[in-house]
């Protein structure tokens, strides 16, 4: 079974700081990846995914994630966090084939963004 | 366009009652999926669908819980009889499993309180 594994549960950033939040994964064959973006009361939403293309995945907001099998990682990155960056953040994976878009999701790591 | 959307936004209800949660999918798209977010067990899948047929129900924690999907557009996820164990906020999501490269496309969720 596939699994992703986010470290920390609680990131604090001052603005304009180097966002890193780390995320790696369990899978026999490399599967697509994701990270969801959550904010408060609303649903999860897109941030950038790596369905076996590129390596660094560029998404919105500014923010990015390195696919790296040897580590099996997928942390997301973000050079200058902004005060609106503040939110839920969950990686998940997804079956390359036969997976019909079944996500499994990390716990999630709250980001906060401090002045 | 018009996402996917759920009701209610919000439902308090008494132990024992039964709760019905609604959800419209993104039209044309051919899969949802239900699942529950809580602080201790985070996002769980608990049913999904591909083109209105039930092909995942293992996350169903029991009997009490049910879903269908009488048609593309509309799937209603039911909890007969509630207990307060049962407090979450449930989501659904749909996607397009025809490109199967896994993005999701949440509603905004329904908080649940069984008192």
């Known amino acids: 079974a596939q699994s992703v594994t986010q470290l920390g549960s609680h990131v604090s950033v001052s603005e304009g700081a180097l966002v890193l939040l780390r995320c790696n994964y369990s899978s026999s064959v490399p599967p697509y990846l994701f990270w969801y973006v959550q904010y408060p009361n609303q649903g999860l939403q897109l941030l950038l995914k790596y369905t076996s293309a590129a390596t660094l995945v560029k998404g919105i907001n500014g923010f990015e994630a390195e696919f790296k099998k040897s580590e099996t990682s997928f942390h997301l990155t973000k050079p200058s966090a902004h005060m609106s960056d503040a939110a839920e953040y969950f990686c998940a994976v997804s079956p390359v084939t036969g997976g019909g878009n079944k996500l499994t999701f990390g716990t999630g790591t709250q980001l906060k963004v401090e002045l | 366009d018009a996402g996917v959307i759920q009701s209610p936004r919000h439902e308090v209800t008494e132990m024992g009652q039964e709760v019905t949660l609604r959800c419209k999918p993104i039209s044309g798209h051919n899969s949802l999926f239900w699942y529950r977010q809580t602080m201790m067990r985070g996002l769980e899948l608990l049913i999904y669908f591909n083109n209105n047929v039930p092909i995942d129900d293992s996350g169903m924690p029991e009997d009490r819980f049910s879903a269908k999907m009488p048609n593309a557009s509309f799937s209603t996820l039911k909890i007969q009889p509630s207990e307060p164990r049962d407090s979450a906020v449930y989501f659904c999501?749909?996607?397009?499993?025809?490109?199967?490269?896994?993005?999701?496309?949440f509603g905004e969720g329904s908080r649940l309180t069984v008192l």
């Open positions: 999501a749909s996607s397009n499993r025809d490109i199967n490269t896994g993005e999701l496309f």
